[in-house]
């Protein structure tokens, strides 16, 4: 029953970045639902900070800020789990990381603490934690002023330190993706400190679910093109096509245990 209530809870957040905006009526309709059903699951969503009520429906939020760190680790956390995994099979023991802030960075680095000889880059304390009792990792963390609720550094200093190193691979999430593949956030420094890894490493990996799409981040920075993989937990939604089409060689889709050609 958990399971089909969060499918559900995905799907409807499909359909809304899809169509913009979503009646009560035609999401109970579209899932053969009483609308008391659709408005608590809806409602659900709205609380998370993932809709916004409007008369008769819901429709996206527009946000200025991202949600809690605490709310956002527990959101789709099957699909994290799914990146975080296929992530951690592709990269070698022996790999030099940077990788960046964000709750699906933190799942990756979760996946890869028990591996052998990493060197591990990062300005996020819970990228660190996670690797802090193998060791086998190697570990450098920012110096600079730490944001004390999401547990990161970012800004000038973040990008100095990136800059300091040559990483086999970058590992980064983002706040949101447009449907032309600009990748969105929240806040400008977030934006050059993810650029800032990008810029120093050999292999550029985006990791993001796909409730990143279409979310109305509000900071531009970068695109999908500068991304050598990005791995993701199903298809793109359809609204996504053509990025889907244009980039197929380089997006990942881990589900169900193996990982697809998005």
Known sequence: MLKMATERQARILEIVREEGFASIEHLAKRF?????TVRRVVN????????RRIHGGVSLPVQNQNLA??????LNPDAKRR????????????ASLMIGLGTTPEYVAQALSRRQDLR????????ATAFAQNPDVEITIAGGTLRP????????AAVRFFSGFRADFGIFGVGGIDQDGTLLDFHSDEVQARQAIVANCRAALLVADTSKFG???????GHLSDCHHFFTDK?????????AEQYADRIHAARDGRVDAA
Request: hydrophobic share 35%; aromatic share 6%.
């Open 83 to 94: 990146i975080a995994h296929a992530v951690s099979n592709f990269i070698p023991d022996g």
């Open 149 to 156: 609720f999401d547990r990161d550094i970012i800004g000038d």
């Open 44 to 51: 659900q969503l709205c609380d998370q900070g993932l809709l």
């Open 215 to 221: 979310r109305n981040a509000t900071v531009r920075g």
């Open 120 to 127: 591990v880059i990062t300005n996020s304390l819970n990228v």
């Open 235 to 243: 298809p793109l939604p359809a609204g996504f096509r053509p990025i």
């Open 32 to 36: 053969d639902v009483t609308q008391q």
């Open 69 to 74: 760190y605490g709310s956002r680790q527990g």
